[in-house]
Structure formats: structure tokens, C-alpha cells
């Protein structure tokens, strides 16, 4: 699975777009980008993933870039409900692990 | 709608005694995940079964075994407990079937903590 590279901590007022960026540059080309997060210590929850076109469901919108080499998560209007620790995840379609990395933990602020 | 079940979810043991956690997939799905959570780390992946056959092998301790039943449930057997083994241990399902045109995202379940002194 290719490698992923996300800040390690950001903040957000609440109400605000909370954009999570991540870097993929090894991604090869039937790999998607998966969205995972965590609310504290409590089991890993399916945000989003997408190939290389943008997606958004009800939870968030990905953005992938045309080279693919990175996303960005989008969560347009953040609550304080959404602080948890956010995993960019890159592997092929099928029924393989997922592999966490280090992952970016997002504050939700008054 | 129907989550991933684990159970316990707490359990406390001694130094080198055994453990076994359960898991109990949402209904209809046939692939199995086990994930340990250390303090302060990321979950690493264990293993998984996909229709009772191991489908891949992570991090798993030789001491640590694992299984999927005809029901799809899982268990993690876990021997010579050491405190290096106090963690969460998170449970995913996911639905694998060939016919299956979905995401194959994996849904976890609540975790059992396990603490060993």
C-alpha cells in the first residue's frame, strides 16, 4: 500500500469547513484513497473514499487531485461531534487490511 | 441497523494468563478483521478471515491465535498474557462476496479493552 504523509494536529471552529489534506505520492493506479476517523477510543468509523474523481456523501466531500499524488477531506460544516483523529488511507478495492497510519487529529472549537 | 458486537468489553488478567474476546460480524457479512490499539498508538492490523479461511496475516504475536466459525463469528485466543498486551482490540466486519458491487468498507466494532498486570 502505498505510503500517506497528514499533519499531525489541526484546529476548527465550529460551523467552519474543516479541510484534512493528505499526501499519497506513491499511490499507483488501482489504489483509491479511503477516509477513516476515530472518536476517542472508540472503533475506527468509514468517512469516504474515492478513486480519482471528487466524491461527497453525507458525512464529507474528497477532493483528489488530478496526479492523484494528494486529497483533502472535507467536512463543510464542523461540530465538535466531528473532533477525533482522522486516517488517510490509500489501498486497493478489495478486502485487504487497513494499514493506519499516524493521522491528523482535528479540534472543534466553540 | 445491526453493529459488529465484541465481547467483553473489558477484561482484566494477570501475567501469563490466557484471554479469548469475541466478535460477532453484522449479519450477512463473511470477512472478519482483528485490530490492537496500544495506548496513545494507531490501530495495527492482527488479522482476518474471509469465509472461515485466514486471509491475512499482520503484527500477530505467535502466542495469539485466531478463528472464524461457520455463524462468521470470530475469536481471538490470546496465551502467556504479558503487559505488553494491554491494549483495545477493535473487531471489523466487511462483505467480500464476488457478487458484491459496494465500497468494501470495514465497520468496527466497540472494542474490548484488555488490561493485563
Known amino acids: 500500500d502505498a505510503k500517506t504523509t497528514q499533519p499531525p494536529s489541526m484546529d476548527c471552529a465550529e460551523g467552519r469547513a474543516a479541510n484534512l489534506p493528505c499526501n499519497h505520492s506513491?499511490?499507483?493506479?488501482?489504489?483509491?484513497v479511503y477516509w477513516y476517523r476515530q472518536i476517542h477510543s472508540q472503533g475506527p468509523q468509514y468517512i469516504i473514499h474515492?478513486?480519482?474523481n471528487n466524491e461527497t456523501n453525507e458525512m464529507a466531500s474528497l477532493i483528489i487531485t488530478e496526479d492523484r499524488k494528494s486529497s483533502t477531506l472535507i467536512l463543510p460544516h464542523a461540530t465538535l461531534r466531528d473532533t477525533a483523529v482522522y486516517y488517510c488511507?490509500?489501498?486497493?478495492?478489495?478486502?485487504?487490511?487497513?494499514?493506519f497510519g499516524k493521522g491528523t487529529s482535528l479540534l472543534v472549537t466553540p | 441497523a445491526a453493529g459488529v458486537i465484541q465481547s467483553p468489553r473489558h477484561l482484566i488478567k494477570e501475567k501469563r494468563e490466557t484471554a479469548t474476546l469475541k466478535c460477532y460480524p453484522i449479519?450477512?457479512?463473511?470477512?472478519v478483521y482483528w485490530y490492537q490499539q496500544g495506548p496513545g498508538q494507531d490501530p495495527q492490523f492482527l488479522i482476518s478471515?474471509?469465509?472461515?479461511?485466514?486471509?491475512d496475516k499482520g503484527s500477530i504475536p505467535d502466542r495469539f491465535s485466531a478463528q472464524q466459525f461457520s455463524d462468521y463469528h470470530s475469536e481471538l485466543n490470546m496465551s502467556s498474557l504479558e503487559l505488553g498486551d494491554s491494549a483495545l482490540y477493535f473487531c471489523?466486519?466487511?462483505?467480500?462476496?464476488?457478487?458484491?458491487?459496494?465500497?468494501?468498507?470495514?465497520?468496527f466494532g466497540p472494542g474490548t479493552r484488555l488490561t493485563v498486570t
Open positions: 506513491t499511490i499507483s493506479g488501482n489504489e483509491y
Open positions: 488511507i490509500v489501498r486497493g478495492l478489495s478486502g485487504y487490511a487497513l494499514n
Open positions: 471489523a466486519s466487511s462483505l467480500l462476496s464476488r457478487d458484491y458491487k459496494g465500497t468494501y468498507e470495514q465497520y
Open positions: 474515492g478513486l480519482k
Open positions: 449479519p450477512r457479512h463473511d470477512t
Open positions: 478471515f474471509y469465509e472461515k479461511m485466514q486471509s
